[in-house]
């Protein structure tokens, strides 16, 4: 199912801009969709955002639409969140997830995750 | 977009079996046969355990079960092992502009 490891978290100032990386291994990347999905402290799962295997598609959720932006280098298969206007309801583990498909659309199930990367926003 | 409503907490012994609900909409659950399960143990990754409502992925248990009936989905976990104690979320696709819901998530306790 192949192997994931996210990159690039940390603390932010409220207003600041992070971004995140995602280095997939074991399996031939171009060909899936990949996710990013989120975990605020003690809270449940939100899924943020989806990108297909070309990088032509683009999914986001309503909470980030137009702060986050999702990209893809499969030459160098990873996987990137570019994050701006950060609040601090954007406290979370971040996780990188590889869809079954090479779309996120109604089957965007995510069959490997990796380990989460924590972002905290705070001044 | 509300999350999908699953309960809180459910419990059981070794070797009962326990079911976790999914209630959501006609524009997620009850509409499509786009539903997953996860599973979380404290402080790791979530894994995938059902997909397309009733398949599990290779090497999961056949101690997991899923079905769907109009708006809410169930998961049954039989002969609960002591491991089987974790977060359980359900997830769906959406017709609205969000695409993926997940249930607010089930901790399992195993008495």
């Known amino acids: 199912e192949g192997e994931l490891l996210e990159s690039g978290g940390g603390l932010v100032q409220p207003g600041g801009s992070l971004r995140l990386s995602c280095t997939a291994s074991?399996?031939?990347?171009?060909?899936?969709?990949m996710t990013w999905v989120r975990q605020a402290p003690g809270k449940g799962l939100e899924w943020v955002s989806g990108i297909s295997g070309s990088g032509g598609s683009l999914y986001y959720a309503d909470s980030v639409r137009g702060r986050f932006t999702v990209s893809r280098d499969n030459a160098e298969n990873t996987l990137y969140l570019q994050m701006r206007s950060l609040r601090a309801e954007d406290t979370a583990i971040y996780y990188c997830?590889?869809?079954?498909?090479?779309?996120?659309?109604?089957?965007?199930?995510?069959?490997?995750w990796g380990q989460g990367i924590q972002v905290t926003v705070s001044s | 977009q509300s999350a999908l409503t699953q309960p809180a907490s459910v419990s059981g012994s070794p070797g009962q079996s326990i079911t976790i609900s999914c209630a959501g909409t006609?524009?997620?659950?009850?509409?499509?046969?786009?539903v997953s399960w996860y599973r979380q143990h404290p402080g790791k990754a979530p894994q995938l355990i059902i997909y397309?409502?009733?398949y599990r992925p290779s090497g999961v248990s056949n101690r997991f079960s899923a079905s769907k009936s109009g708006n809410t989905a169930s998961l049954t976990i039989s002969g609960l092992h002591s491991e089987d104690e974790a977060d359980y979320y359900c997830?769906?696709?959406?017709?609205?502009?969000?695409?993926?819901?997940f249930g607010g998530g089930t901790k399992l306790t195993v008495l």
């Open positions: 397309g409502v009733s």
């Open positions: 006609s524009s997620d659950v009850g509409g499509y046969n786009y």
């Open positions: 997830c769906s696709y959406t017709d609205n502009s969000t695409l993926v819901l």
């Open positions: 074991q399996f031939i990347f171009s060909r899936f969709a």
């Open positions: 997830a590889k869809v079954m498909s090479a779309f996120c659309g109604g089957d965007c199930y995510l069959e490997s």
